[in-house]
């Protein structure tokens, strides 16, 4: 299947998504030994930014951890847009082992990655080889237990034929992520991914982080603001309300699915680290911080009983 017209300005949400990382790191919001490693620093970014980046982090990795928790020795993650996300070798500096980690995004996108990770030392000395062998093309990296793979996630076959190509296995469970991607796709192929996915792999959780509340005033503007980017938001439907972005999962054949805003996320939060990062840069007003908390949104869903206990309080 060809891009879409507007995948260049999807693909460069990348860019930003990873200079906004590295802003924030740098300043001392969250550990991340290997975001330098895929992009170089850009513009010192808003407090308001920063704080919303340790948020989506800190909010992810605490599902991510839940998971692992449930999951026992044996199982998978598999990164949906993964972009240059630094996720592989942040669990295994904290010893979080993942039997089998795959990490999908456009070959565009794969391609930069797989050039950047085979100049690295440090990050090809994290990866576990077993066998010795890593499997290289343009696009696509498969070395022991971590594979990066070059689709368009639109393309439910070719999804189907590269996660069978990195050994990922149905039957163990799997966390599915996807931290701003759903929206860039238009909704029934979102709904045809998710409901694959569902009557896939029967052990599965997906956590989902993305824009909420999109009908209202600030919602509008972000729209236009993403808009005059040239990166429209095809999957913007979803993204109503909280009870949008959990329906989709159930529609799609999830047992569940719960959904909280960033305001309820940020609070759940480890009260002496949002201490710390509250001090690392000053706020002038609360208000434009809420605002943003209020128009993103972590959703999650999940097949098997033995994730349903998600909950964040
Ligand atoms: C905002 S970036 C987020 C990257 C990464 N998840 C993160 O949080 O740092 C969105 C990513 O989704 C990818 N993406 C969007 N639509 C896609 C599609 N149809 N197929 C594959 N990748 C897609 C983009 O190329 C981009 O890398």
Redesign the pocket.
């Known amino acids: 299947m060809s891009s879409a017209p507007c995948?260049e300005g999807?693909?460069a949400?990348?860019d930003?998504?990873?200079e906004c990382?590295r802003c924030a790191v740098n300043l001392g919001y969250w550990e991340d030994r290997y975001i330098s490693l895929f992009v170089k620093a850009g513009e010192r970014k808003t407090p308001e930014i920063n704080r919303g980046y340790y948020a989506r982090t800190k909010g992810v990795e605490m599902f991510i951890d839940k998971f692992l928790k449930k999951s026992g020795n044996e199982c998978q993650i598999v990164?949906?847009?993964?972009?240059?996300?630094t996720l592989y070798w942040r669990l295994k500096d904290a010893n979080k082992n993942v039997t089998n980690f795959v990490e999908?995004?456009?070959p565009s996108?794969t391609a930069k990655k797989c050039y950047l990770i085979k100049r690295s030392k440090d990050l090809l000395d994290k990866i576990h080889v077993e066998d010795g062998e890593v499997r290289l093309s343009a696009t696509d990296l498969h070395a022991g237990n971590y594979h990066i793979v070059g689709?368009?996630?639109?393309n439910l076959h070719e999804v189907e034929a590269k996660l069978t190509e990195s050994e990922l296995k149905f039957n163990v469970p799997t966390l599915f992520l996807?931290?701003?991607?759903l929206v860039?796709?238009d909704a029934p192929q979102v709904d045809r991914l998710l409901h694959w996915i569902a009557t896939t792999f029967p052990l599965a959780l997906f956590v989902s982080y993305e824009q909420v509340n999109m009908g209202d005033k600030f919602g509008e503007v972000m729209l236009r603001n993403l808009r005059a980017r040239g990166c429209p938001l095809a999957g913007v439907g979803a993204c109503q309300n909280l009870d949008t972005q959990r329906q989709r999962f159930v529609a799609a054949g999830w047992d569940g699915s719960l959904a909280w805003d960033m305001v309820e996320i940020y609070s759940a939060l480890p009260g002496a680290d949002r201490q710390r990062i509250e001090r690392i840069e000053f706020l002038d007003e609360q208000e434009l911080l809420i605002q943003l908390f209020q128009h993103y949104c972590i959703a999650v869903a999940w097949k098997n009983d033995i994730f349903s206990d998600m909950d964040i309080t």
């Not at 990164?79 to 996300?85: A, C, K, M, P, Y």
């Not at 689709?151 to 639109?154: E, G, K, N, P």
């Open positions: 995948s999807v693909q949400t990348n930003d998504a990873s990382k990164n949906l847009g993964s972009g240059f996300d999908m995004d456009f996108v689709v368009d996630l639109r996807a931290e701003c991607v860039y796709i």
